[in-house]
Structures are given as structure tokens and as C-alpha cells.
């Protein structure tokens, strides 16, 4: 076997499928982006180069401002609402044993495995101001008025909670088994010394779980930028712009509006903001080296 992987044609054999699907899959499709991004390419017929001009109304446009605010404002939701809830839900998880748990991580786990379509036409019916599961939900303690939960004021709290309840069972599931890859010995040597259940959590499980951290706020800031098709479906970003999203906006610049090289910018500008943040979370999160 040795003999066999030390040969440099099973070696290229084996490494050439991988470049390949990175190649055609990844590589060339940024790289098309990067050279529309700087034409006045309308998805059919010919590409004029424009330079940077894309670019420069990239800065003015307001609409896309909102967008990427509203994407940041998801991300703030992800990573301080999201997640320390994922967390404390998969530390009881652990703590529960049997059959209550594989059954409760199965029900957190539901609404992932549910279409986006049937999940967006679901709140659609929830948050209907007529006879929404919602407001008749507030009738009964009492409340006569009718909320629009789609409104300009109410939108774009509204889109967070479902994205944020949607995404919920990924994040609970990746802290979940990072949880159960500590070594339980830790806890039994803690629980000797007397640490309570606050103090081992902070001192044992928040240290060791540092990795499984990291990439979950990253991904979550990353699937921030690229929410498109639940947004699409509950409101497609209205009213006016007050629930547009990065994704969501590109879609319409490149599909609706016909400017393929305007949304191909914006795409540039998401590959720019992700690397960006990976880098600085890596950073953030890097151990630092005692001399």
C-alpha cells in the first residue's frame, strides 16, 4: 500500500478529480464574476467593459446600503440571539440522556429538514393580520387590535424571527456535538473539586468549545449575506426596501433589473466581506503563544 501511494500517478489520479470540481466549480465561477463585475453585462448579448463604474454606484446605492445593513443586523441576531440559545440548548440536551434527547434534538432539528417554500408560506399564515395563528394568539390574552406583522415598522423583525428560528437546529446541532467531544472526565474531575453547573460551564465547556465557536459565527455571518429565498418568498424585500438583503438584492439586480454585471459586483463585494471576516474571526479567535 505504501508502495502503491508513493507512485505519482495514483497520486495525480487521486488529486486530479478534487482540482478539477475546485476549478470548475468554485475558481471559475468567482473568476466570471470578478470580469462581469466591471461590465454593463445585461445576461444577453455582449459585455461592454465599464471599468469600475459598477463599483463606484455600489457606494451611492442606497438600496444596497439597506441591504447590507439589514444582513448585518441578521448576522448581530445569529450570533447574539441565536446562538447562545443554541448553546444552552445543547448543554441540556447533554445533560438529559436517553431517549429525551435523541427525541428533542429530532424536534429542534425539524424545521431544517422542512422545504423553504412550505416554511415561508407557514409564517405567511402565522403572521396574517385577518386570521393569523398570531394575533389570535394575542386576542386570547386580551389584545383587540390588529397588527400587520408585515408593515414597515414590523418587517424586518419579523423576517428575523423566522430566519433565526429556521436556522436554529444547525447551530444547536453543531454545538451539540462539539459538547459531547469533551472529555467527560473534566467534568467528573471539576465536580470533585466542587464547581457548580455555572462555573463548569464557563470554566470547561465555553474554553473547549473555542473551534466549534469560531466556525459556527462564521458561518452564521456568511449565511447572513447570502439569505435569499426565505426573504424572496415572505416579502421580497418590501415593504420598500425595509427587508431587503444582500442576497435577495442581487437576485433582483441581476435577474429582475437585467443587470448582470451590476449583480455580478455585488457578488465580488460579498466574496471581498466573507473573506474579510473569516480572516478577522481567525484572528479573534487565534491562541495566543506564551513565550
Given at each position: 500500500m505504501k508502495k502503491l501511494y508513493s507512485n505519482k500517478l495514483v497520486i495525480l489520479s487521486l488529486v486530479l478529480p478534487g482540482i478539477f470540481v475546485f476549478i470548475f466549480a468554485i475558481l471559475a465561477p468567482i473568476s466570471l464574476s470578478f470580469y462581469y463585475g466591471f461590465t454593463s453585462y445585461s445576461g444577453m448579448g455582449k459585455a461592454e467593459f465599464i471599468s469600475l463604474d459598477n463599483y463606484i454606484e455600489l457606494f451611492s446605492d442606497k438600496n444596497?446600503?439597506?441591504?447590507?445593513?439589514?444582513?448585518?443586523?441578521?448576522?448581530?441576531?445569529?450570533?447574539?440571539?441565536?446562538?447562545?440559545?443554541?448553546?444552552?440548548?445543547?448543554?441540556?440536551?447533554?445533560?438529559?440522556?436517553?431517549?429525551?434527547?435523541?427525541?428533542?434534538?429530532?424536534?429542534?432539528?425539524?424545521?431544517?429538514?422542512?422545504?423553504?417554500?412550505?416554511?415561508?408560506?407557514?409564517?405567511?399564515?402565522?403572521?396574517?393580520?385577518?386570521?393569523?395563528?398570531?394575533?389570535?394568539?394575542?386576542?386570547?390574552?386580551?389584545?383587540?387590535?390588529?397588527?400587520?406583522?408585515?408593515?414597515?415598522?414590523?418587517?424586518?423583525?419579523s423576517v428575523l424571527v423566522v430566519l433565526i428560528w429556521h436556522g436554529f437546529g444547525w447551530g444547536m446541532l453543531i454545538y451539540y456535538t462539539g459538547i459531547k467531544n469533551i472529555d467527560p472526565v473534566l467534568y467528573e474531575a471539576a465536580a470533585i473539586d466542587g464547581a457548580n453547573t455555572t462555573v463548569t460551564f464557563f470554566r470547561i465547556t465555553l474554553p473547549l468549545m473555542k473551534s466549534v465557536i469560531q466556525v459556527n459565527v462564521t458561518m452564521a455571518i456568511i449565511s447572513a449575506l447570502k439569505q435569499m429565498e426565505t426573504v424572496y418568498l415572505l416579502t421580497n424585500g418590501g415593504p420598500g426596501n425595509s427587508t431587503q438583503f444582500a442576497a435577495n438584492y442581487l437576485y433582483?439586480?441581476?435577474?429582475?433589473?437585467?443587470?448582470?454585471?451590476?449583480?455580478?459586483?455585488?457578488?465580488?463585494?460579498?466574496?471581498?466581506?466573507?473573506?474579510a471576516v473569516t480572516i478577522l474571526l481567525n484572528k479573534m479567535f487565534q491562541e495566543k503563544k506564551i513565550a
Open positions: 444596497f446600503h439597506i441591504s447590507l445593513r439589514n444582513s448585518l443586523f441578521l448576522a448581530l441576531g445569529f450570533i447574539f440571539i441565536q446562538h447562545p440559545l443554541a448553546i444552552i440548548v445543547a448543554v441540556i440536551l447533554d445533560k438529559l440522556q436517553g431517549k429525551a434527547e435523541g427525541i428533542l434534538r429530532c424536534i429542534y432539528f425539524i424545521p431544517n429538514v422542512i422545504s423553504v417554500a412550505v416554511i415561508a408560506y407557514l409564517w405567511k399564515f402565522i403572521y396574517n393580520p385577518d386570521f393569523g395563528l398570531l394575533n389570535n394568539v394575542l386576542k386570547t390574552f386580551g389584545y383587540q387590535g390588529q397588527i400587520n406583522w408585515f408593515s414597515s415598522d414590523n418587517a424586518i423583525w433582483q439586480q441581476a435577474f429582475k433589473a437585467f443587470r448582470y454585471g451590476y449583480g455580478n459586483a455585488i457578488g465580488v463585494v460579498f466574496i471581498i466581506i466573507c473573506l
